[in-house]
Each structure stands twice: as C-alpha cells, then as structure tokens.
C-alpha cells in the first residue's frame, strides 16, 4: 500500500509539523522546470473557526514544504518525492457550504524564475561560449548565487563544483530570465539541471550530465505484453517541420550578418521537403551563437515519430522503485522501438494519503 507524509517548514528549514489533516494534495514534478504542489483543508466539525485559521495560518510564504512516500508492497522505504516553497494561497466556500483552505506552491527551481540576466550585451556576464554545465553554472552564480551582488543574492544557494561537461554553446541573453535561458541551454547542452535540498534552508544547483536520471533503456521496456502500457498511439508529424534556419545576427540590410544551419538529411526526404524558417538574433555578437540559434531552432522542430501510451504500475514496473524522473526508458509498439525519457510526473492523492493515489507519468521522445 502506498502511503504518503506532508513536512512542513519554517523558512528556516526547521520542521513545524508533520500534516495528516489535509483533504487531498496534488504535486507534479518536471524535468529543468518547478514543479507544482497543492493541497486542500476542510474545516473540521470539531474546531472553531478560530481553531481552522491558525491551523492555515502556519503556510506562510516561502515556508519549505516536503512530500514523502512509501510503499510496503513494493518494499519502497520512505523516500523525498517533492520539495519545494509556498506561494499562494486561497479561501472558500463550497455549494455545501463548508469552509475550505487551499495552499501551494512551487519546487526550489522556481528560485532561477526570480531573477533576470542584468550584464549588458557582450559583456562576459550577458554573453557566454562554454560547455553547457559551465555556462549554466556561470549564469546561476553571476545572477542567482554568490556573485549576484547586494539584495539579488539568494540566501542559501550554493551551487556544484563545475565539471565542464556537455555541449559547447555560445550564446547572449542580455535582461532574459535566467530559469528561460537554461532552458534553452538546455534544450542543446546535452543535460538536465535542478536545485536540490540539502539541508535546513540550503539548496544548491546541479548540473547533470545526459539527463536528469539514469539510462534504463535496457532494464525498463514499456510494451503491451508487459503489461505496464495502455492505450498506445504511433504517430509522425511532419506538417510544422522545420529543416532550413536563417539567423540574423547584428548590423543592418546588405550588412547584417546572415547564417544558414540546414539538416541535409531531412531536406533529401523529398523532392519538395525544404522547410524554411527566421530567427532573429540580434542579441548575438558571434558567428557561433548564430548557429547556436539555429540549432536549436532545428531541434525543435525536427520531425519525430511519436509513441502515447498510458503507463500502467505494475510489481515489475513501478516509479520510484525501478524507473524515476529523468530516467531514459524504452518504449515499444508495432514496429517501433525508441527511447523515452520521463519528463513529469503528477500525482493527486485524498483522505490524509492513504487513498485514491492517482499517479501521472509523462515521456517525451529523445
């Protein structure tokens, strides 16, 4: 059976309680993004609502709130499955008329979203060429972390020592937020990032190389006959194919700097099959952040063939037991075999975590 514990926390990271007394609550956790988390309180017949309000009350803004599970059927110790900061809140009535609280929040990389790229374009702090875990990494320290300067440095963040791994990219993001600009950096450097709990009130930046999870493509196969898929669907879109980019880099008409980034592969598909598309980047001041742009704007709309399919939690296949986020998997349909990553998984759970556990898992094609 799986049960599931709501901690929370002071904002100084000391624990105020252990919550039992929720409603339902309901988190969604996703690869290089917060996350989400809400939960719900009814007033209790037995308290005034006096009593309900102090209850609520200790959800205050950026108190650090954690959810952990377990599973004795699956022999699944209690393990942290969520963490992340309170941020709003809200009160009502419903048509029966009981009085309802509800509070959530978002996961500690929401911290990235608060803050923008101040350094100036072309300057070493508004432009970086550098594998991607040290650009990201430089990024988060200047403008988030240690070096962010006075009112902008965020208290208790700290971030891994920098391997150098992934991609080179070279790029310029001027007054962009910064959790948007690793995204993107992401989305070309060949790995995943988040900022992780490690103590009271402390967190710190990770870097990972690959992805965020571990590669099982050879241990964790989703197929029919296995047991753990439904409802499969096999598709390829090519209609919004993008397979030739213009980049515009600085300067104006005949000088402006002009960069072409094509997938030849793709335009031979057929006679016609050349799909052009415009980026501007203006914002770049070297030819190796133009075809950065482009490469990007490549991948993104390169055509995959893609696989839907409900994951079903089998003994042999459950999450947090032999798959988790981030994790590479294989998925299999027809004649189709392909890697899948696990990119965000929600769940919603009522009556205090002991029932009606309805868990989400969402891939994304690699």
């Not at 409900?310 to 459950?318: D, G, I, M, N």
């Amino acid at each position: 059976m799986e049960v599931w514990q709501v901690k929370l926390k002071t904002l100084a990271g000391a624990l105020t309680e252990v919550v039992d007394a929720y409603a339902a609550f309901s988190l969604r956790r996703q690869v290089n993004s917060p996350g989400a988390f809400a939960l719900r309180f009814a007033k209790r017949a037995d308290e005034t609502q006096t009593e309900f309000e102090t209850r609520c009350g200790r959800w205050v803004l950026d108190a650090q709130v954690e959810f952990w599970q377990r599973n004795a059927d699956y022999s699944l110790a209690w393990r942290l499955e969520f963490e992340g900061l309170v941020r709003w809140q809200e009160w009502y009535v419903t048509t029966a008329g009981a009085l309802v609280y509800e509070v959530g929040g978002v996961g500690y990389v929401d911290l990235l979203a608060r803050r923008i790229i101040t350094a100036t374009a072309g300057s070493a702090g508004g432009s970086k060429s550098d594998p991607a875990e040290t650009v990201m990494k430089e990024w988060v320290l200047e403008q988030v972390g240690a070096s962010a300067g006075a009112g902008r440095v965020t208290t208790g963040l700290s971030i891994e020592a920098d391997g150098a791994n992934g991609n080179t990219v070279t790029m310029g993001r001027s007054y962009k937020g910064v959790l948007g600009v690793l995204q993107e950096v992401a989305s070309i450097g060949g790995g995943d990032f988040d900022v992780v709990g490690t103590g009271p009130a402390t967190c710190e930046f990770r870097w990972y190389t690959g992805q965020r999870g571990t590669d099982r493509t050879a241990s964790v196969i989703f197929a029919l006959e296995r047991g753990n898929m439904a409802e499969p669907s096999l598709r390829v879109a090519r209609q919004n194919e993008v397979n030739a980019v213009l980049v515009a880099g600085q300067g104006s008409g005949a000088a402006r700097e002009l960069v072409w980034r094509t997938d030849a592969t793709l335009i031979d598909d057929s006679t016609w099959n050349r799909c052009e598309l415009f980026r501007d980047a203006r914002n770049e001041s070297a030819t190796a952040g133009l075809n950065s742009v482009g490469d990007g704007a490549l991948e993104e709309a390169k055509p995959r063939w893609s696989i839907g399919f409900k994951v079903l939690q089998t003994p042999a296949y459950a999450y947090g037991v032999h798959y988790f986020l981030g994790d590479l998997v294989t998925a299999k349909f027809m004649t189709y075999s392909g890697t899948k990553k696990i990119n965000a998984v929600s769940v919603a759970v009522n009556d205090g975590g002991m029932s009606e556990i309805i868990k989400m898992v969402e891939m994304e094609d690699v």
